[in-house]
């Protein structure tokens, strides 16, 4: 049960922007249990393991965005600092500069939560390719019923005028 309400809790934290799912440096300490400047200081003593796939800092607009969205991050918006996100592989990263128990077990937790979300999209994605599929069938089924019952209505037509001694 345990498991469960931690990856909720992470999963709850990943946000997606410029097109990538990633965590925000703030979130990221709270789980390994320490402070925000301590997580971004030994990112920057070993910064050759982060390239900008793996981390970046966000812009001010985008900022905005994060805590507007994010009502747990609300102090972010008096922050002069602009906070660093990590993409998936910078998280995995994290685990080879924050050395401590906490952090091996919450980057354990973080790579479960990360793959249980691929899980879900695989089968969400294969689930809206059916669901798509049977529309489409279904679009196909509905526009040839509808042409029979034009048919049988047009013909009952010429029928009924025919029985009322009329011809068009």
Known sequence: MEALVIQGEISSKILTLRGQEVMVDRDLAELYGVPTKRLN?????????????????LDE???YEVVAKCDHLDSMKHSTVNPYVFTEQGIYMLASVLKSDTAISVNI????????LREFSKHYNALAKQII?????????????RKALDELIA?????????MGFLK
């Open 41 to 57: 200081e030994q990112v920057k003593r070993n910064l050759a393991r982060f390239p900008r796939d793996f981390m970046f800092q």
């Open 61 to 63: 607009k985008e900022k």
């Open 109 to 116: 937790a973080i790579i479960r939560t990360f793959k249980k």
């Open 133 to 145: 599929e049977v529309e489409r069938k279904s679009d196909k089924q509905y526009k040839e019923l």
């Open 155 to 163: 013909s009952s037509e010429l029928v009924d005028e025919k029985v």
